[in-house]
Nanobody
Framework: VQLQASGGGSVQTGGSMRLSCAAS????????GDWFRQAPGKEREFVAA????????YYADSVKGRFTISRDNAKNTEDLQMNSLKPEDTAVYYC???????????????????WGKGTLVTVSS
């Protein structure tokens, strides 16, 4: 499965942005979808996960209540709606796919099976 993230850009504090991830084929529908991010000088960290059917979601504490992950298996896409953005949300955001839906603890990079190229989100104060 090939993944391509899009939708990044610049926004002011408190603003909103929507990221999209397009998968190359319908195989994506059997995988859990995830988003990670990597801020300058920091390690890549988990952001959000959604199970294959889209009825279960899990978020990192840092984004809970502000970000919403969703997917459309008919279109082979997963989205990340980001609201109330803060400067600390500035990072390169990556979409990923995993064979297992992880919840209750933040999955690690090595738990992912496929990665897309990142898209930069910059939040200015």
């Amino acid at each position: 499965v090939q993944l391509q993230a899009s939708g990044g850009g610049s926004v002011q504090t408190g603003g909103s942005m929507r990221l999209s991830c397009a998968a190359s084929d319908r195989t994506f529908s059997i995988y859990a979808g995830d988003w990670f991010r990597q801020a300058p000088g920091k390690e890549r960290e988990f952001v959000a996960a959604i199970n294959w059917s889209g009825d279960k979601t899990y978020y990192a504490d840092s984004v809970k209540g502000r970000f919403t992950i969703s997917r459309d298996n008919a279109k082979n896409t997963e989205d990340l709606q980001m609201n109330s953005l803060k400067p600390e949300d500035t990072a390169v955001y990556y979409c990923a796919a995993a064979r297992t839906y992880y919840s209750g603890y933040d999955p690690r990079e090595r738990d992912m099976s496929y990665w897309g190229k990142g898209t930069l989100v910059t939040v200015s104060s």
